[in-house]
């Protein structure tokens, strides 16, 4: 039988995204339209464990649908990867009320929402971060603005580049993931990107950059991920300006990317998806992150999500893989497969076309 819920929480974890709000909006609706309270946890697991929440009227989320940020604010909180720290998360929930939550971030977030789930307090995930780096979703929801911010934030790097004939290496957020950088290097026309997945050939960079200067471009744009390591995009703004002759200056895009006002993607993937984690919950489904695959909104198991993420990562062990039951294993080696094809397809096609 089902569990019957009366009350559920939501909370939002690790790095803000665009898109959260519009999430949490949709998540007090679904659920107050079935009859159901819901406790907003602040500043995630932390607002658990120091018992800081409040229930959410459907007005409580009105006009913030449009705002970057999390209303309920967001932590990265270390005392909660303790056992003592989700004892004392799941005591509040019992004095609380709370039946299960939803819970919105990364990887660490869904880590946690497992130890939640697995102590008592059924949970379940929407992945929201910048990073698009969450395997099982061909989408996370914050990743189209910040692509959005950084493509405005280029363009007005470019203009300035070409009047003073310079190059432009931009650092982008992302972890480690080279999403960002080659995406908006295709949307900006960037003459190199830099990422950690696909090894980068600087002396070709720099070739290119030297001939297309004697050929008369004026600006260069070099996207590089943050995932390159601590003072990569330096080096390689010293390097460039030191073999090409090109004045070369670095921007930091940083935490910039993160804020401001949700795309309409990311506002309608945020509100799908919220309305389906909270029916997921009271179909007694736990443990599971909300995907976007194919432009369908499912849900997978939290447990496929981290073994699937290890593989497209390459961290998963040979023992790992073979311990997989055959047919799931082939499905999730084709994915994996086709995900990283796709990355390179994209990284390719910038090439080509950065004459
Ligand atoms: O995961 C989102 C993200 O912005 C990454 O792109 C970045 O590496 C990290 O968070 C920065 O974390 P913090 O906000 O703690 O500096």
């Given at each position: 039988m089902t569990k019957e819920f009366k009350r559920i929480g939501v909370l939002t974890s690790g790095g803000d995204a665009p898109g959260m709000n519009a999430a949490i909006r949709s998540v007090v609706r679904t659920a107050i339209s079935r009859g159901i309270e819901v406790m907003g946890i602040y500043c995630g697991y932390k607002g658990l464990i120091e018992n800081d929440m409040k229930l959410l009227t459907e007005r409580d989320v009105s006009n913030i649908l449009n705002h970057g940020g999390t209303m309920l604010y967001s932590d990265r909180c270390e005392?909660?990867?303790?056992p003592e720290g989700v004892a004392l998360g799941v005591e509040n929930c019992r004095k609380n009320g709370i039946d299960g939550i939803i819970t919105l971030g990364g990887d660490g977030t869904f880590r946690g929402a497992t130890d939640l789930t697995r102590s008592g307090v059924p949970c379940i995930g929407i992945p929201c971060t910048i990073?698009?780096?969450?395997?099982?979703?061909d989408y996370t929801i914050g990743y189209d603005t910040a692509k959005n911010t950084v493509v405005e934030m280029v363009d007005r790097l470019r203009d300035t580049c070409e009047s003073h004939a310079r190059c432009n290496v931009v650092e982008v957020m992302g972890r480690h993931s080279g999403y960002i950088p080659v995406e908006c290097g295709i949307a900006i026309g960037a003459t190199g990107i830099a990422i950690p997945e696909i090894p980068f050939d600087k002396d070709k960079l720099i070739n290119n950059i030297t001939t297309l200067s004697h050929n008369g471009k004026r600006n260069f744009i070099v996207m590089v991920s943050?995932?390159?390591?601590?003072?990569y995009s330096q080096q390689l703004t010293d390097e460039i300006q030191e073999k090409t002759g090109i004045e070369t200056r670095l921007a930091v895009l940083a935490h910039v990317q993160r804020g401001g006002s949700p795309s309409c993607t990311d506002r309608v993937t945020a509100t799908r998806m919220g309305y389906r984690a909270v029916e997921q919950l009271l179909e007694g489904k736990y443990n599971q992150v909300m995907c976007l695959k194919e432009g369908n909104i499912h849900a997978e198991e939290v447990e496929y999500a981290f073994t699937f993420d290890r593989i497209v990562k390459g961290k998963a062990t040979q023992e790992e893989i073979d311990a997989l039951e055959p047919t799931l294993r082939h499905e999730m080696l084709e994915r994996a497969a086709s995900k990283k094809d796709h990355l390179v397809r994209l990284y390719n096609l910038a090439g080509s076309v950065s004459l």
């Open positions: 005392k909660f990867k303790t990073d698009n780096d969450i395997s099982a979703t943050e995932g390159m390591g601590k003072g």
